[in-house]
């Protein structure tokens, strides 16, 4: 089945489904279309370009000594390529040999195939982010890429062509999902998987050092994900922390890390490239050759039941001391005022037997502890349907309406309305990872050959860009 995939996914790609229009010029910015519905234009100034519009790319290919590309005069000067929100594909060698190509900005929320050879031998090229609709990524679509170490793959891509990273050194493939989503892409080369793959869901330890101190201790604080953060976050950052850049990547930490002897735990927030956050990290800076030894401890301050106390330890290999909080022990006899359901909450009042502190716990109401719905009036094309599920702790019934059946050709969420999603529904049923029941079937047969296959994914493609 992921080889049927891979060959229809391949032939998405490989069609050539537009013509790419002339050029026109103004003093700065020349600018024409590539694709139907789909434009381009190049800031000579600012060195970037920009390709806007609903549709999909001209697929070029190498003729004559050249591309045939409307930006090739441009293509060893282009330092920024943009992507607007409409763009359904990249085209095939779109920009293949722009050498002087370090910077992909995505505004697009509606791309889902990058083509064959796209980005080939882009030398300049070093972190690259997928845009999170893409599904395919066609044979040598990054090949020759010399500096491309950084990758971000999100958890819909599906198909990744013959070679497509050959020759990139990545040392970190960012992966937005997990190891066992990671098994569904089909690798046309057959290659084992994802290169240095860090999932989203990773506990992951770092050792870095930070200018002439040694970070001795660095563990994330939360399970990796990677997202675009807001560029403030950087901003912040830089205005307010220390900066020191270690292989590319950049690492902000607090004023505590450099402060007297230069010992201190404090944070470190790392940002690679246009202020993508690639870690939160908390840590300890220290003089010392290891992790800080604490063989004396003893207490400066007892706890009573107005205050906490203090206790301090030192450490034997420096002079570095911490100093620790202990809990005032109040012994709190706790009763219940309100007993629990499923919709409010056990409140009980604490009363300490040595201060007569008082004090108040809640236990949060869990919620309805629904059974599944239930079906009791299947839709019809002519009406809707109904729905019921009961909770097991209370006997409350919840009811909704069902929408009556669709009948869009090419519908297979039963929106009413045709999609990239719909196509992207139809290739996970191609795949075997997905159901759909016998009326969408019928529906998202689109070419009548009485099976559902990727070739009727891409004819709902064609309808939804029209």
Sequence with gaps: MKKLLSITLAIIMIFSMLVCGGITSSASNPSGSCGEGVMWEYSQEDKTLTISGRGYMTDYAYDSGSFNRPWEEFKDEIEELVIEDGLASIGNYAFVDCKNLTKFTSRCWTLIVIGQGAFQSCINLKMFFVPSTVIAIGPAAFKGCAKLDIFRLCKDVVYIGNDAFDGCPIDCTLYTGTADQADFIYFEDETEGLVNPVYADTNYDVSVNIGTYQVLDAVSLEPFVFVIKDGDIARDFRSSYKTITENGVEYYYGEMAVMGDSIGETSVLAVGENNEVLGVFSVLVSECSGRHNYTREYEAKAPTCYHNGVTISECENCTYKKSTLT????????????????????????????????????????????????????????????????????????????????????????????????????????????????????????????????????????????
């Design 327 to 466: 809990i005032a022990p109040h012994s709190f006899v706790y009763e219940t005022v309100t007993e629990a359901t499923c919709v409010i909450n056990k409140v009980e009042i604490g009363i300490c037997s040595v201060c007569n502190k008082e004090t108040k716990r809640v236990e949060y109401s869990k919620g309805h502890n629904w059974t599944d719905w239930e079906v009791v009036v299947a839709p019809t094309e002519e009406a809707t349907g109904e729905k019921q599920r009961k909770c097991t702790g209370c006997e409350e019934i919840e009811k909704e309406t069902i929408p009556a059946l669709s009948t869009v050709i090419g519908d297979a969420n039963g929106d009413g309305k045709v999609s990239a999603i719909d196509a992207r529904w139809v290739l996970q049923y191609a795949a075997g990872m997905r159901e759909l029941d016998e009326h969408y079937l019928k529906l998202t047969d689109v070419n009548n050959d009485g099976k559902v296959t990727a070739f009727d994914a891409r004819k709902i493609l064609q309808m939804a860009a029209s």
